[in-house]
């Protein structure tokens, strides 16, 4: 959860494929450059709320050194847009989902993850209904987008 260190909501649909995997994949990259930042993530629907990340992105994290296990399915409550100090989208349907509940004083804090990366994509596209390598697709440019973003933290804190 949120406290006096800066803190990000990795926010998709069913908080079961992407936003976990954006959680798991940037708590590591941060922890691994030691950099003190707290990650966090919630779905704009319930549909799975309790439920562990979906098995297809379990395994394929873990493929590559990402353990998602721990992280239980929750919703976006209101408080977040006050708790969080970035809350990032993986794709445009979940930021227009955003803005339209975001108080306007806190719009600042919503982002689109992709516009930290270097890829070409501008969305993390959903991988529910699709095969492995939309999830493969999905970890590279979570990947990217949080070196991305966690090289934009620093340069913050250097300003
Ligand atoms: P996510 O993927 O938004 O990346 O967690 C989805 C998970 C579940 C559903 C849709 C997308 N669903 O319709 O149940």
């Known amino acids: 959860m949120a406290d006096s260190q800066l803190s990000v909501l990795f926010v998709c649909l069913g908080n079961i494929c992407r936003s976990p995997t954006a959680e798991a994949v940037f708590a590591t990259k941060a922890q691994q450059r030691n950099i003190l930042i707290s990650a966090d993530s919630a779905g704009t629907m319930g549909y799975h709320t309790g439920s562990p990340p979906d098995k297809r992105a379990q395994e394929v994290a873990l493929k ?7 992280l239980r399915c929750r919703r976006v409550q209101d408080d977040d847009f006050v708790q969080f100090d970035y809350i ?7 930021m227009s989902d955003l803005q339209a509940r975001c108080p306007a004083d806190l719009q600042h804090k919503l982002h689109l993850f992709l516009s930290f990366a270097q890829s070409d994509y501008d969305e993390v596209p959903d991988p529910y209904y699709g095969g492995r390598k939309g999830f493969e697709l999905v970890l590279d440019l979570i990947e ?7 090289d934009h933290i620093v340069q913050r804190d250097k300003e």
């Open 64 to 70: 590559r050194g990402y353990q998602m296990k721990h």
């Open 88 to 94: 990032v989208a993986m794709d445009n349907a979940n």
């Open 144 to 150: 990217d987008a949080s070196e991305g973003m966690l």
